[in-house]
């Protein structure tokens, strides 16, 4: 029995067999081309299967989206009735502007969510704008209720968008009612929460404040708004508040985004 599996082995139609596997993992693996295209081909999988469930799932959106949008008309009317002479072109996510002042001269380009990840390190989304609608690396983009995510990547025809529940993403944020600045974080795995770093322990901070972009962001202008804080604990070693917040964008259940062009 043993010498048939060793001739087996050592046939030659086994060996070529084997050299062309061992071949075309060594080529696929450490060649670049053939390895883009195959996360290419991924991509485009992914797009295409998601594309089909949410045409599945539209119905259920659209009621959720009515109501949605009942609450956003009702936040529209009066923040109209505070700034009748804002020059602002439609559509824009007006929940999420916090100063109306700050957005003057920028467009907001309408995309819709594919993919997204949960619960990594890295949360990302597939956005189905790219670089013929003008997108490019570091754009802002925002959700209806709050900032969500930086475009990270981009394509002719999709963008990738790097959430602000990924590990490198990092926002320069104010407490407004103290004008006081901080730097936004996410390492617990806990979605829709942040951390507020750099807010020092003699700012009154309390919950239920709100935390916007700040005027020194490279990203953002100031004023939108990113979250609530929760909860706030004093690190005397450290001379700083930690503040956990709670973010008005709601990972699990934004499908329209807004890309956020600046002036020309």
Known sequence: ??????????????????????ALYFYLNFSPLP???VERWLTELRRSFHQAVSWVTAPWRALQRVRELEVL???LQQQLSLRLDTPLSSPIPIGSIGDFSA?????????KVVYRTFFLRENYALLDKGGREGLYPGLGVLSERGVIGIIAETTATTSIMYALFHKDV???AMLPRHNMLGITSWQAATLNRLNLDYVPLYTQVEPGEEVWTASNSLI???GLR?????TIRSDFTRGFHAIELS???????????????PPS
Request: glycine letters at 8%.
């Open 170 to 172: 990092h926002l320069s």
């Open 226 to 230: 990113i979250g609530r804080v929760e």
């Open 220 to 222: 953002f202008p100031a």
């Open 1 to 22: 029995m043993g010498l048939i599996w060793l001739r087996m082995l050592v046939h030659p139609l086994t060996l070529w067999l084997f050299a062309q596997g061992l």
């Open 35 to 37: 390895r883009s295209a």
């Open 103 to 111: 957005i003057a001269g920028y467009r907001f380009l309408p995309a």
């Open 247 to 261: 973010t008005y964008a709601d990972w699990g259940r934004t499908w329209d985004v807004f890309v956020l062009l």
């Open 73 to 75: 008309t009702a936040q």
